[in-house]
């Protein structure tokens, strides 16, 4: 049976509150499942004072299905500044869980909903109510994400995280003990799930995360010849793209040295770098392409509106992610969704989607040398990359498009229903 109604529980989404990968991915759920004709309820925090109402013309807030309703999501006055993120997840977000998930018993009480998809902590209310008596509860599918709190997509800081997140890992234990399915977004997580959530393989799915193709339509006559213009890139410059938070963890700074390599090293095809991203790594990164005196060739635009990201994936040779560590990357998602091979780091979920030598390279995460040889590789042989863009396309278009993710997420949630 698949259900007409879902109660969906989450401590963000966009665009009321910013545009990180949570928040997209929840914003597209509600909207491929309206789209299905199902009725979504949406349990979260009021937006943030700088997003404003929700737009009443927007596909999702403005949609006749979709019920929105706000709890509270209470910080301590400091809450926000740098450093206090460990303090926020093991208190303010398992409070917020527990509120959010008390109204989810009552929304399902009065019939609100069929099913309960919630990420996270932000459940924490609704699994101890279903512990408790699950007759009095619907079915309930837990999506952790990345497991960052038991440094599931952080092998390297790994031991670190799990004591620093005790309180919250106690809080994403229970919630997993007390759902029906667990979702792993990568075969990478299936372990994590199992070993820090003690959720049996066969109550663990593998559903990953999702792009929407809708937003890859063929883009505007000329518009990538005026943005390579625009950072002086000649007709048979290579141009490299990178997107995403300026964050050590990105390893953008691996790149740079990579590129520096590649300056270095025996002639290579001409190219240049466009870094489309902010944070607080940027000054740092700046700093480094002037010392490597790549200032001509490494452009960093800051942060951009979401078109225009996805104008510099349409102009892009080829797209780059030197990623220390990852979960399902939409990122390189995206630029696949846009038919361009790919270099990345062998981190998290890259390698469900990058296939050496057909969607395009993998190298081992930190390594810079690595990543200048599969750099001069790739741009040594540009005829090769149009078919590899084309086959990352459909691997896009078969695993992790939006419709084919939602067809998965229906058939587990009448699996769930039938189980019941």
């Known amino acids: 049976m698949t259900p007409q109604r879902i109660l969906v529980l989450t401590r963000?989404?966009?665009?009321?509150?910013?545009?990180?990968?949570?928040?997209r991915h929840v914003y597209d759920l509600a909207r491929h499942l309206l789209g299905r004709g199902v009725a979504v309820?949406?349990?979260?925090?009021?937006?943030?004072?700088?997003?404003?109402?929700?737009?009443?013309?927007?596909?999702?807030?403005?949609?006749?299905?979709?019920?929105?309703?706000?709890?509270?999501?209470?910080?301590?006055?400091?809450?926000?500044?740098?450093?206090?993120?460990?303090?926020?997840?093991?208190?303010?977000?398992?409070?917020?869980?527990?509120?959010?998930?008390?109204?989810?018993?009552?929304?399902?009480?009065?019939?609100?909903?069929?099913?309960?998809?919630?990420?996270?902590?932000?459940?924490?209310?609704?699994?101890?109510?279903?512990?408790?008596?699950?007759?009095?509860?619907?079915?309930?599918?837990?999506?952790?994400?990345?497991?960052?709190?038991?440094?599931?997509?952080?092998?390297?800081?790994?031991?670190?995280?799990?004591?620093?997140?005790?309180?919250?890992?106690?809080a994403v234990r229970a919630c997993a003990r007390a759902a029906d399915r667990v979702v792993a977004t990568d075969d990478a997580l299936l372990p994590v799930v199992e070993e820090h959530l003690g959720v049996p393989r066969e109550k663990a799915p593998v559903i990953p995360n999702a792009v929407d193709l809708d937003r890859f339509a063929a883009r505007p006559a000329g518009e990538a010849?005026?943005?390579?213009?625009?950072?002086?890139?000649?007709?048979?410059?290579?141009?490299?793209?990178?997107?995403?938070?300026?964050?050590a963890n990105k390893g953008f700074h691996v790149l740079i040295e990579a590129l520096a390599r590649l300056a270095?090293?025996?002639?290579?095809?001409?190219?240049?770098?466009?870094?489309?991203?902010?944070?607080?790594?940027?000054?740092?990164?700046?700093r480094q392409v002037r010392e490597a005196g790549l200032e001509s060739r490494v452009h960093l635009p800051g942060r951009v509106a979401d078109e225009a990201v996805h104008a510099w994936y349409a102009a892009a040779t080829l797209f780059?992610?030197?990623?220390?560590?990852?979960?399902?990357?939409?990122?390189?998602?995206?630029?696949?969704?846009?038919?361009?091979?790919?270099?990345?780091?062998?981190?998290?979920?890259?390698?469900?989607?990058?296939?050496?030598?057909?969607?395009?390279?993998?190298?081992?995460?930190?390594d810079a040398a690595a990543l200048a040889g599969a750099l001069r590789s790739a741009l040594a042989d540009r005829e090769r990359l149009p078919a590899m863009g084309e086959a990352g396309r459909a691997v896009v278009e078969q695993r992790f498009s939006w419709a084919a993710v939602t067809d998965r997420l229906l058939a587990l949630y009448a699996e769930v229903l039938a189980g019941r």
């Open 264 to 286: 270095r090293g025996p002639a290579a095809p001409p190219w240049r770098l466009v870094l489309v991203g902010d944070g607080p790594r940027r000054g740092a990164l700046r």
């Open 12 to 23: 963000a989404v966009y665009p009321l509150h910013g545009i990180g990968g949570l928040e």
């Open 41 to 170: 309820t949406l349990v979260t925090p009021p937006p943030r004072r700088d997003a404003g109402a929700p737009d009443p013309s927007d596909p999702v807030f403005g949609h006749e299905r979709l019920t929105a309703r706000f709890v509270p999501y209470r910080t301590f006055p400091f809450a926000g500044r740098r450093g206090t993120t460990i303090l926020d997840r093991n208190t303010a977000y398992p409070l917020f869980g527990w509120r959010a998930g008390r109204l989810a018993q009552r929304l399902v009480a009065q019939g609100a909903a069929q099913i309960v998809q919630g990420y996270g902590a932000a459940t924490l209310g609704y699994a101890l109510a279903r512990a408790r008596d699950p007759l009095e509860t619907v079915p309930f599918v837990l999506n952790p994400q990345g497991l960052e709190e038991f440094g599931g997509t952080d092998p390297g800081r790994a031991p670190l995280k799990r004591l620093a997140y005790r309180p919250l890992q106690a």
């Open 320 to 366: 780059v992610h030197p990623t220390l560590y990852e979960g399902s990357s939409l990122v390189t998602l995206e630029a696949m969704a846009h038919r361009r091979a790919v270099v990345a780091t062998a981190a998290g979920g890259i390698p469900d989607k990058v296939v050496p030598g057909v969607t395009g390279w993998l190298v081992p995460p930190g």
């Open 225 to 247: 010849r005026h943005l390579r213009a625009s950072i002086g890139a000649g007709e048979g410059d290579s141009l490299l793209v990178a997107v995403g938070r300026l964050e």
